[in-house]
């Protein structure tokens, strides 16, 4: 598909999604994770926040995770995680191939064949976690590795 008007103001095709203006959008509410994972608020990260803005909170992503939120010692994996592969799927459901933008760097993962190597969340946003204190197995969610460290019994309620 070839784009004419790709040089119009904002770089948009203009048969991009009508998502965006079909209606105004209220932004999810996602206080009760940010709880724990205030850092994706306090760097602005991109991922998190700009699809929080149009409703799409991190439970629509990651599941109600209920188990997790509640687990003081975070020992419950949430609901949905991602191994590499199935981040882009995850991500071309809403924003498929013929709705991105022409851009040199959407050449391989438009190509399908290099998609195992380049990742959408490689180059959008910062929604990686650097440091760990707890791992699981993305796929089963099974813990499989943490830093021991726990919440002492009473210690968080009264740090309330
Ligand atoms: C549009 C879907 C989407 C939304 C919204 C979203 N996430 Fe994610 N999240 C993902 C994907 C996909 C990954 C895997 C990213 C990767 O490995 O590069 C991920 C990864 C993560 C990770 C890091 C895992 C790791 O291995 O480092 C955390 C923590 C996380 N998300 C928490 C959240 C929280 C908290 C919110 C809401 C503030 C949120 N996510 C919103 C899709 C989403
Ligand atoms: C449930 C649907 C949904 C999923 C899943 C989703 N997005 Fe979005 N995304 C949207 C909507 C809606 C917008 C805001 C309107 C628009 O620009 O299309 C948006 C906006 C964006 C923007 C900003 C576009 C702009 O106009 O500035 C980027 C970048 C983006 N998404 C990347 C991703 C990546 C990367 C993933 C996978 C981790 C992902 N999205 C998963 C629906 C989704
Ligand atoms: C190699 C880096 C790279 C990869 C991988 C990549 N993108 Fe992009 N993407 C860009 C660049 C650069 C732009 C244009 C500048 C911008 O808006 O961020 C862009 C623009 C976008 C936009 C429009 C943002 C806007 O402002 O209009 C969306 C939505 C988007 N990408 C989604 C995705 C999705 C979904 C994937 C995975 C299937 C992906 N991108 C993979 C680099 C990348
Ligand atoms: C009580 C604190 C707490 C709350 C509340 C919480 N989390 Fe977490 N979450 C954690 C901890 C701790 C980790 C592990 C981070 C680390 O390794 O240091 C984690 C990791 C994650 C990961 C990374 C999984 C991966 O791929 O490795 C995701 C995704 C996630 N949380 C989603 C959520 C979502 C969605 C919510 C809200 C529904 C939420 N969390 C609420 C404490 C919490």
């Not at 990686?128 to 699981?136: F, G, H, K, S």
């Amino acid at each position: 598909m070839v784009f004419a008007a790709c040089e119009s103001a904002d770089k948009r095709p203009p048969t991009a999604s009508p998502r965006k203006h079909a209606k105004k959008y209220s932004a999810a509410d996602n206080s009760f994770c940010y709880d724990c994972h205030i850092n994706f608020l306090f760097e602005d990260e991109e991922i998190a926040l700009v699809h929080e803005r149009v409703g799409i909170g991190c439970t629509h992503c990651h599941g109600k995770s209920i188990a997790h939120r509640n687990d003081e010692d975070s020992i419950n994996a949430p609901d949905v995680m991602y191994p590499r592969a199935k981040i882009n799927p995850s991500c071309m459901m809403c924003h498929p191939g013929n709705e991105l933008i022409e851009e040199d760097a959407h050449r391989p993962v438009l190509s399908g064949a290099a998609t195992q190597e380049k990742y959408c969340t490689d180059c959008h946003g910062d929604h990686r976690l650097a440091v760990r204190t707890r791992l699981w197995d993305k796929e089963t969610g099974e813990l499989v590795w943490d830093d021991g460290v726990r919440v002492e019994e009473g210690l968080w309620d009264e740090g309330r």
